[in-house]
């Protein structure tokens, strides 16, 4: 099982990013995939992941109507496509395999990646 995250940089605040994350080892129906970030000191936040039988993705407040989480089974590959981002969205984002959602958020149970850091700063 690997997971490999990228796509982070440095983006002026309203800019876009496209985070990566390839799964490898498992599929993504068995496994799902989901993506969380940490900055220094905090916890680590749950941002999106999969949150119904009907595949619609769940989104933390801090991030609804602005990231979009997608999925490329052919590749084996999830997104998150972050629009409109703001400096306190600055973190190192990470991608888990296993990911469910349970109340109040998203729980990882397997595998995470390597982390790609945003940074969000004029």
């Known amino acids: 099982v690997q997971l490999q995250a990228s796509g982070g940089g440095l983006v002026q605040p309203g800019g876009s990013l496209r985070l990566s994350c390839a799964a490898s080892?498992?599929?993504?129906?068995?496994?799902?995939i989901g993506w969380f970030r940490q900055v220094p000191g905090k916890p680590r936040e749950g941002v999106s992941c999969?949150?119904?039988?009907?595949?619609?993705?769940y989104y933390a407040d801090s991030v609804k109507g602005r990231f979009t989480f997608s999925r490329d089974n052919a590749k084996n590959t999830v997104y998150l496509q972050m629009n409109n981002l703001k400096p306190e969205d600055t973190a190192v984002y990470y991608c888990?395999?296993?990911?469910?959602?349970?109340?109040?958020?998203?729980?990882?149970?397997?595998?995470w990646g390597q982390g790609t850091l945003v940074t969000v700063s004029s």
């Open positions: 999969i949150g119904s039988r009907d595949g619609s993705p």
């Open positions: 080892g498992f599929s993504l129906d068995s496994d799902p």
């Open positions: 888990a395999s296993k990911t469910f959602l349970r109340t109040p958020g998203c729980v990882a149970f397997g595998s």
